[in-house]
């Protein structure tokens, strides 16, 4: 169980819905994936733009996962993608890059969401992230 889903259930509110960050420079396209998150009934932290607003989330709220655009206001968001995956929360990159030398290691071989968004793709990466929170989660457990 996520300290998300703990905490949720500790408030009362329903432990199911996933918690999912969005940091997108653009307003449209961030609106177009916070309807799209929202239809599948997550609660969308954010949208935010800017990469200091975004590192600051990514470190300090309860998240089941992240979409994160790789270039936002202020720069390049592997900052973002290295908190996130010091804290075991998974994420995809949101990019319309087509080619991989944007992508440098440890990041060359990330989940990415190609722009435009479609439904289908975002609800694949949403069921993406508790698979590998579960895959993380059981890394750590002994034995």
Same mark, same amino acid.
């Given at each position: ?11 009362g ?5 996933e ?15 916070e309807?799209?998150?929202? /239809? ?5 932290i954010?949208?935010v733009a ?19 655009d ?7 968001? +592997?900052a973002?993608?290295d908190?996130l995956? /010091?804290?075991?929360?998974p +994420?995809? +990159? ?5 080619e991989?030398? +944007?992508f440098?290691?440890?990041?060359d071989?990330a989940?990415r969401?190609q722009?435009p968004?479609?439904l289908?793709?975002?609800? /694949? ?12 989660s059981?890394r750590?457990r002994?034995?």
């Amino acid at each position: 169980m996520t300290a998300a889903t703990l905490r949720r259930r500790q408030i009362g509110a329903n432990p199911t819905v996933e918690r999912i960050l969005v940091a997108e420079d653009s307003a449209l396209v961030a609106m177009d994936i916070e309807m799209m998150l929202q /239809e599948m009934g997550c609660e969308v932290i954010g949208p935010v733009a800017h990469l200091d607003d975004a590192v600051r989330l990514a470190g300090a709220e309860e998240l089941d996962g992240a979409i994160v655009d790789v270039q936002l206001q202020g720069g390049s968001a +592997f900052a973002v993608a290295d908190l996130l995956q /010091e804290r075991g929360i998974p +994420f995809v +990159f949101a990019t319309g890059f087509t080619e991989n030398r +944007f992508f440098t290691a440890p990041y060359d071989s990330a989940p990415r969401l190609q722009k435009p968004y479609d439904l289908d793709r975002v609800r /694949e990466a949403v069921a993406s992230f508790a698979e590998r929170r579960r895959a993380h989660s059981d890394r750590g457990r002994p034995g």
